[in-house]
């Protein structure tokens, strides 16, 4: 008797608890935090005091120890809120921290992981470049060793947190010509007037998820002693992406599905409510299609998310489930948000309704964790070989 | 020293959740359950008295099933969890429940009962007075503010009337009902959300609490539902469409003249 | 056991509450089919006003004065009752839904072991005097209807405006001072202060006519507009849950979930978006009027006349329209 499609009673409580707790603290000011696209210091202080940003952190640092499955069912109930917010909160507790809880020696977790988990120290992860996204052995971002450490040279770009991150884990080459294989993890801290650090550069200004603020980060030849190195064995920085990958791409996934929720629920509401030639919208089959389709996708969006967490939990080498369900989900986001639009008619390009904001938080899942042009390639050809 | 606090809470539909009749005695309710709204704020009232005394927070709730409300108050930080379920108490009433719960508390030392003002689903707001009356205990109804002189054993309260407020004192023990504006409820630290999920619940069936059967459930209820009714129906609203000023001279006209509630 | 419809008469600087004229009104329709002599049972302690105010209204005045009497406290109140209930067991007794009325009749319900229905919204009886009532669940979204037991007194405590007042009633009651022996220790409570809200509307449980603003108002300072209204028709203001929650008004006011439920003759709406919380607040009021800029605001779901409008333009003109068609009335 193996199947079992049910969550157990404390999973639903931790739902519920989650989802009141983002009901009281941040759907209030979700128009707020968008338009004034300014991070928000106090409700990070506020949310960092409940113990949030420990979630996946060992207990003896100040985290909680979670599992994967309960992790997910945070990150499906905090998207439901601020976009940005979710990216801020989620950067801190898993791509921003991951590789100092795991490669960081006891004095960098002390400095570091302990104030992050607390929210006193904002951390970040550095993967794109002007010149590569996806494209992972496009990196340019150099490493080079020198005595007692290594000097880093290079620019950052779309970094999450970027503009305010005390801590960045940064993806370098040590040689460009060794493609993949010359790619590494180093701590890179903020240049204060006593260490030598990155130097925030140019904050971009974006269409949606408008509170998380993003930038260039600039490494003028950053001098990081050795132990900032984070990792085993030189070479291993792609593997060790790969660990994460994986989480990252079904957390993506599992904000698709709480935006594209929200952004039907709302239109459920408004269909019910508005009438035209003397019916609601929502008793026309053209919008009724909208709403089925959406329904079905959305379904089997959440199960196969649920899958890959639990195939994550229990050690199963899913990467392309995790690819395939982060691809599946984001595209019926992307389906969820338009028809959205299209169901509030003219009303959508109203700034004063929330279906706009749905819209354009949605795109960037387009591209965080590989666009979906390189998935699909990748995929087809792992699919054709059979 | 500290103080014993017994908190009555209970799982509710939530406010949004859909309730449909299904036959003349079944209702069809939709499956959203959350905290009693001012079951939270009796849980706050508690754990503030507690953090200002010490002693201890005992959450309580009499449900066959549902104990989200019990690990809810864990959660913000009640140290025990009590769920009495028995089969005979199907078809119980508010003063059934009162009955059970007077039965359990009887031989309990505590120093305050607080409960919300009134369930979300019956609306009745008996539960807690009529547990008073069955414990002997004074008790002060919708409290909106609560304060505590521990040396005296005594609380001071207000409570809500119409066009104001009453300042009482009341000796301890006693049970207060709780009112919307007494405090807001802590959102739970994660930590103590993770405490909650682990829990263990104390379960207590009518055999441990020694009350006779016939006390509780169907049979012993003295008014009971016969039917259920959807809300009175109201015509379809009429739209004044005239344009201004016109229009507010017709309202007027209605009001005097159709509805004649001028 | 006798067989009497007894009403708690509530009482406020020597004036009986509207609300126990409703009570009263009704037991005598009651009577009508039933026979019985219909009771108002007066306590407290200096109730000369509030006797001769009931006189016309019932059959019998059970007056019980105690100065333990005054203020109310259920302790009290329950002492001086029991007793009283346990001998006469009158085949009715009936409460407002209000601050007394929920205090204390879950206690006497429970000492005596009787059905009690609470916030009752209809009442009916038959020929033997058997009481059905229908109450409001889940906030207004059903309701449920109730019958009794054997067991005597049937209890309910009875919404605002569910009774109308009969203007023409001219019993002249008998009144009989029934002696009470209050034991002081077994009064717990004692109310120290009184505090009264500002102003001299009546709650808006209780008000004939409601007017409510809610977030169109746009902020505080332009309640004046709908304080003038009620003003003109000596109605109580009220509010939305967003309105409280901005700090522009009191709790008290809120109507609503966790605030009130007011069944007002009429009911005004402004600005008010209609939110299933506030209109389940609303749901029994007899004339439901709203005025919004959005046409398709939900409160025109439940009203029974809208105007797509801009408050700030059409309640200074109803003020005035009011003020004109009420003084041609002399």
């Given amino acids: ?386 | 020293m500290g103080m014993e606090i017994v908190v009555l809470v209970k799982q509710v539909p939530d406010p949004e959740a859909t309730v449909k009749i299904k036959t003349d005695t079944e209702l069809e309710i939709e499956n959203k359950y959350f905290t009693n709204f001012f079951d939270e704020i009796a849980i706050e009232a508690a754990l503030r008295l507690k953090e200002k005394f010490g002693g201890k927070v005992t959450v309580l709730t009499v449900d066959p099933k549902r104990v989200d409300a019990l690990r809810r108050g864990i959660s913000m930080g009640a140290d025990e969890a009590i769920q009495i379920a028995d089969p005979a108490l199907e078809g119980s009433d508010p003063f059934a429940i009162a009955r059970v719960l007077a039965a359990y508390l009887k031989d309990k030392p505590f120093d305050l009962i607080l409960a919300g003002r009134q369930a979300m689903d019956d609306d009745s707001g008996i539960v807690g007075i009529a547990l008073a009356e069955a414990l002997n205990l004074p008790h002060v109804h919708s409290i909106i503010g609560l304060e505590v002189d521990i040396s005296r054993k005594e609380a001071k309260v207000i409570r809500e009337v119409e066009n104001g407020k009453e300042h009482l004192t009341c000796p301890l023990p006693a049970l207060f009902t709780c009112q919307k504006g007494l405090n807001t409820p802590r959102i739970p630290l994660v930590m103590n959300v993770m405490k909650a999920m682990k829990a263990q619940i104390k379960k207590l069936d009518l055999a441990s609490l020694g009350i006779e059967t016939s006390k509780v459930g169907s049979p012993s209820i003295q008014a009971k539902v016969i039917r259920y009714l959807p809300p009175p129906k109201r015509p379809p609203v009429k739209m004044i469409k005239e344009e201004f000023p016109d229009n507010v001279k017709t309202l007027v006209r209605l009001l005097r003249e159709e509805a004649k509630v001028i | 056991m006798s067989n009497e419809i007894w009403v708690l008469a509530e009482h406020q600087d020597g004036k009986v509450k509207g609300i126990t004229f409703e009570l009263l009104s009704g037991g005598v329709e009651f009577s009508k089919k039933t026979g019985q002599k219909v009771v108002a049972i007066l306590l407290g302690s200096g109730l000369e006003e509030a006797t001769k105010g009931l006189l016309p209204f019932a059959d019998k005045i059970y007056l019980l004065e105690h100065p333990l009497l005054s203020p109310y406290t259920s302790d009290a109140y329950e002492s001086a009752l029991l007793p009283l209930l346990k001998e006469h067991q009158p085949s009715l007794f009936l409460g407002g839904s209000t601050s007394i009325g929920k205090d204390l009749f879950p206690r006497l319900a429970m000492r005596l072991e009787t059905g009690y229905a609470p916030d009752c919204t209809e009442l009916s009886v038959d020929e033997e005097g058997r009481l059905t009532v229908k109450r409001p669940l889940f906030g207004g979204k059903v309701f449920a209807e109730m019958v009794f037991s054997e067991a005597r007194p049937q209890m309910a405590t009875v919404r605002n405006h569910t009774f109308l007042i009969h203007e023409n009633l001219r019993k002249s009651a008998e009144v009989l001072s029934i002696p009470i022996q209050l034991d002081p220790s077994s009064i717990k409570k004692k109310v120290i202060q009184v505090e009264k809200s500002p102003g001299e509307r009546l709650d808006i449980t209780e008000a004939d006519i409601v007017v409510a603003a809610g977030r169109g108002i746009k902020g505080p300072e332009h309640f004046k507009i709908i304080e003038e209204l009620a003003n003109v028709l000596n109605a109580s203001v009220g509010t939305t849950r967003a309105v409280v929650d901005e700090g522009w008004r009191d709790l008290k006011d809120q109507i609503g979930k966790s605030g009130k439920n007011i069944s007002a003759r009429l009911y005004m709406a402004f600005g008010i978006s209609g939110a299933i919380h506030h209109v389940l607040g609303i749901g029994t009021c007899k004339t439901i009027v709203a005025v919004d800029t959005d046409p398709n605001a939900l409160i025109f779901n439940y009203a029974d006349y809208g105007i797509v409008g801009d408050l700030f333009q059409i309640v200074p003109a109803l003020t005035e329209e009011f003020k004109k068609v009420l003084a041609s009335e002399g």
């Fill in chain 1, 1 to 386: 008797m193996a199947l079992d499609f049910t969550f157990t009673e404390e999973q639903e409580f931790f739902r519920q608890t989650i989802r009141d707790t983002v009901n009281r603290m941040i759907m209030p000011r979700v128009k707020e935090l968008d338009e004034k696209e300014e991070f928000p210091w106090d409700l990070w202080r506020e949310f960092a005091a409940l113990g949030y940003l420990g979630l996946r952190h060992e207990e003896k640092y100040g985290g909680m120890g979670t599992d994967t499955i309960t992790q997910m069912i945070f990150y499906e109930e905090l998207a439901r809120g601020s976009c940005g917010f979710f990216m801020s909160v989620t950067m801190q507790i898993l791509m921003g921290t991951y590789f100092i809880g795991r490669f960081g020696n006891e004095e960098i977790k002390q400095r570091i992981l302990v104030p992050a988990i607390k929210g006193e120290k904002i951390g970040t992860i550095c993967f794109t470049e002007d010149q590569s996204g996806s494209d992972l052995a496009g990196t340019r971002t150099l490493a080079t060793k020198v005595d007692g450490g290594w000097r880093i040279n290079g620019r950052k770009q779309w970094i999450t947190n970027g503009p305010i991150a005390d801590f960045a884990t940064v993806m370098a080459t040590i040689d460009p010509k060794l493609g993949l294989k010359g790619l590494n993890f180093f701590l890179v801290e903020r240049k204060t007037k006593d260490r030598d650090g990155f130097v925030p550069g140019q904050r971009l200004h974006k269409l949606g998820s408008r509170c998380s603020v993003t930038g260039e980060l600039v490494f003028d030849n950053v001098f990081i002693p050795d132990e900032n190195f984070l990792g085993e064995e030189i070479g291993k920085g792609v593997q060790y992406a790969g660990e994460i990958l994986n989480e990252v791409r079904v957390m993506t996934g599992m904000s698709a599905l709480a935006i594209a929720k929200e952004a039907m629920e709302d239109a459920r509401q408004y269909a019910n409510n508005r009438i035209a030639f003397g019916n609601p919208i929502s008793k026309y089959q053209l919008i009724r299609e909208k709403f089925a389709k959406f329904w079905a996708w959305y379904e089997a969006a959440r199960t196969f998310l649920y899958k890959c967490a639990w195939m994550i939990q229990n050690n199963i080498p899913c990467i392309n489930e995790c690819m395939l369900a982060k691809y599946h989900a984001t595209e019926m986001c992307m389906y969820a948000v338009e028809e959205a639009m299209r169901i509030y008619g003219g009303n959508a390009f109203c700034t004063e309704y929330p279906v706009q904001r749905y819209w354009r938080d949605a795109k960037f899942l387009l591209y965080g964790g590989g666009t979906h042009e390189v998935l699909c390639d990748y995929l087809g050809r792992v699919y054709c070989k059979g």
